[in-house]
């Protein structure tokens, strides 16, 4: 719900990746696999001998000050609020701690 609900993903379908469940969701014509953990992987950024996932994700938004607003309102905490003078970036933690980048391209 995450996805859908706060980032405005649509939900493509649930399917197995394995014998794992996971989901296919539209970010705007871009489509993202996500799985749940296989039995032994942790969610990590150093390099174990079972990991998945990866360090962050980012997003690219028209506005980050107004991404920013709406997420905090939300109560998500913010590890760098926006900065950048040309181009903007932030980044906040989603479920399970995901690191999230949300950057706003110079216009």
């Known amino acids: 719900s995450f996805f859908t609900e706060v980032l405005g993903?649509?939900?493509v379908e649930r399917k197995m990746f394995g014998n794992v469940e996971g989901s296919v969701l539209d970010f705007?014509?871009?489509a993202v696999y996500l799985r749940r953990a296989r039995e032994g992987e942790e969610l990590g950024s150093d390099p174990p001998s079972k990991i998945f996932g990866y360090d962050h994700f980012g997003l690219?938004?028209?506005d980050i000050d107004a991404a920013y607003e709406e997420l905090t309102g939300k109560g998500y905490t913010f590890d760098?609020?926006?900065m950048g003078e040309v181009a903007k970036m932030?980044?906040?933690r989603g479920p399970d701690n995901?690191?999230?980048e949300l950057?706003?391209?110079p216009n």
């Open 28 to 30: 705007d014509g871009t």
């Open 9 to 11: 993903a649509k939900l």
């Open 80 to 82: 760098l609020k926006p």
């Open 60 to 62: 690219i938004v028209d």
């Open 90 to 92: 932030a980044f906040f």
């Open 103 to 105: 950057f706003q391209p």
């Open 98 to 100: 995901v690191l999230i």
